[in-house]
């Protein structure tokens, strides 16, 4: 098995962009290519065939690759729970919450063995792995028990590529420091650097290239021009960049509340896709208006962003808006929290006891110890009969619907959104929507039923709903951003 190493000079320089376009360059080469992060700290998961949880970004970089994620590209998941503390999500499974000092006390060793066991795994099935870092491959305080960047790359004997990020500024002071951080034989596998984000002109670069090349004797494999949103962010800092889109075209407005703990947000990126939709995300500390829809998101911390929304006034905003026939949509811990109550005995998140929700479905949710994770295809009942749709679940929580023949305890009626009653419900006017599956919007047929409901309201005519899957979508953004980026990209010294 052969074996690439994409590392950063920092975060969020574009290792994840480049290790996605190099996972679908070499696909296309004829190798059985299979992406690999070893551990990743991210909100966003994405949930395997069998019930394994990994980061959505390498199961973007599996698709990129043409292969079925699996747990085995990113053994170890951490994900914060905003409390200095994370979930440890072990090859798959939720194995504890831990500090960052415990973790490295209690998971290295462990860590490190599912890492070797899962490389071992995939050396089976694939013949060649592109293996991505975090953050940066040299910070000396955490150097001794970095899982992710250069014991990675030594341990493959792996030629590395060092990507830096031009607009942030200082470049060439970001690679040179970083190489004089390596150990001697760290430096020595890097054989390539990619300088990402350019927006100038090459020309006026090509003499720092040229001093790059004397000063380390480390060709530059490429200057790879800024490419705008080409794939989903791996975690909420990104959102703090967007701003909302300017598209012409956009009858339609839906807001996303941009919670504290805000996860798997990549569940919107479809909306974000339709030409006639504008995403914005809202803090909950500013105004919401009056937009066409309301989101409130999934998050890892359901009950403490629950008061965050309580405290801010938002909670108080979404219910003025929906007395005022606005529409709410929750999705996973949004929807456990437009209930009546939400309890956590055993302090599971870090807030023990028993909190009210926004009382908007009647329904009640307990936090568990087992997390549910698995993929799920259903047939759905609104906003349209007998749509196939499917997503995934990814949710630690049993949720209670009280409704009996359709009704809550004031009478108010209800339908539930799909076959399977457990995943979701609607009210009768069809204004509060809540449901447990994630991807739900990747479905097109019931995304574009569902914005047709807010057309309608608008007064605006029906767009046409016999329209693919988001994944089409998602392969063309694949291909123009692998194109975007081979063309500038010289792999010879890194391929031979």
């Given amino acids: 098995m052969r074996a690439i190493m994409v590392v950063g000079t920092a975060s969020h320089v574009g290792k994840s962009l480049i290790t996605t376009a190099l996972c679908r360059i070499l696909s ?40 079925a994620p699996q747990v085995e590209m990113n053994p170890i998941l951490l994900k914060p729970q905003g409390d200095m503390t994370s979930q440890v999500i072990l090859k798959g499974r939720a194995v504890g919450r831990t500090t960052a000092t415990q973790y490295y006390e209690n998971f290295f060793d462990q860590g490190w063995q599912a890492i070797q066991e899962s490389l071992t795994r995939l050396g089976q099935d694939y013949d060649f792995l592109v293996c991505e870092g975090a953050g940066s491959p040299v910070e000396v305080n955490l150097k001794h028990r970095d899982l992710t960047n250069m014991r990675i790359a030594k341990h493959l004997n792996a030629p590395t590529v060092l990507v830096a990020d031009i607009d942030r500024g200082g470049v060439f002071a970001h690679i040179i420091g970083t190489l004089e951080l390596m150990e001697p034989e760290e430096r020595a596998l890097v054989k390539g650097i990619i300088i990402n984000k350019f927006r100038g002109q090459r020309e006026v670069l090509e003499p720092g290239l040229q001093w790059i090349k ?30 909302p889109g300017s598209k012409k075209q956009a009858d ?60 801010t006034g938002m909670a108080e905003e979404i219910q003025n808006y929906v007395a005022a026939g606005g529409t709410v949509m929750g999705v996973c811990g949004g929807f456990q929290m437009m209930g009546q109550f939400l309890a956590d005995p055993e302090g599971i998140e870090g807030h023990e006891g028993r909190f009210p929700g926004l009382d908007l479905f009647p329904l009640r949710t307990v936090i568990t110890q087992q997390k549910i ?100 979508q998602r392969e063309a953004v694949l291909n123009e951003l692998t194109e975007a980026v081979s063309e500038h990209l010289d792999l010879t010294p890194l391929l031979g």
């Fill in 214 to 243: 004397e000063r380390t004797g480390i060709p530059v494999l490429g200057v790879v021009p800024w490419i705008e949103n080409a794939l989903p962010a791996e975690d909420s800092l990104s959102l703090l960049d967007r701003t």
């Fill in 373 to 472: 994770a698995r993929q799920r295809t259903v047939s759905s009942r609104f906003p349209q009969d007998g749509l196939p749709v499917s997503g995934y679940e990814l949710h630690q929580g049993r949720t209670q619907l009280l409704l009996s023949e359709g009704k809550d305890e004031k009478g108010t009626p209800f339908e539930f959104l799909f076959e399977d009653r457990s995943l979701g419900v609607v009210d009768a006017s069809q204004s509060l929507w809540g449901t447990y599956l994630h991807g739900l919007f990747d479905n097109g047929p019931w995304r574009r039923a569902w914005l047709n409901r807010l057309r309608q309201q608008r007064g605006l005519g029906s767009l046409p709903t016999g329209i693919p899957n988001y994944r089409e």
């Fill in 252 to 311: 339609i407005t839906i807001a996303v509340i941009r919670l504290p703990r805000i996860s798997n947000f990549t569940d919107f990126d479809p909306l974000e896709a339709e030409p006639n939709v504008r995403v914005v995300y809202l803090s909950p500390k500013e105004k919401l208006s009056y937009p066409d829809a309301v989101i409130i998101p999934g998050t890892k911390t359901t009950i403490a962003d629950l008061l965050i929304l309580q405290r």
């Fill in 28 to 67: 296309r080469r004829g190798w059985r290519v299979a992406p690999f992060k070893g551990q990743n700290m991210a909100l966003n998961s994405y949930v395997t065939a069998n019930g394994g949880e990994m980061g959505y970004a390498q199961a973007v970089q599996a698709w990129a690759a043409g292969v």
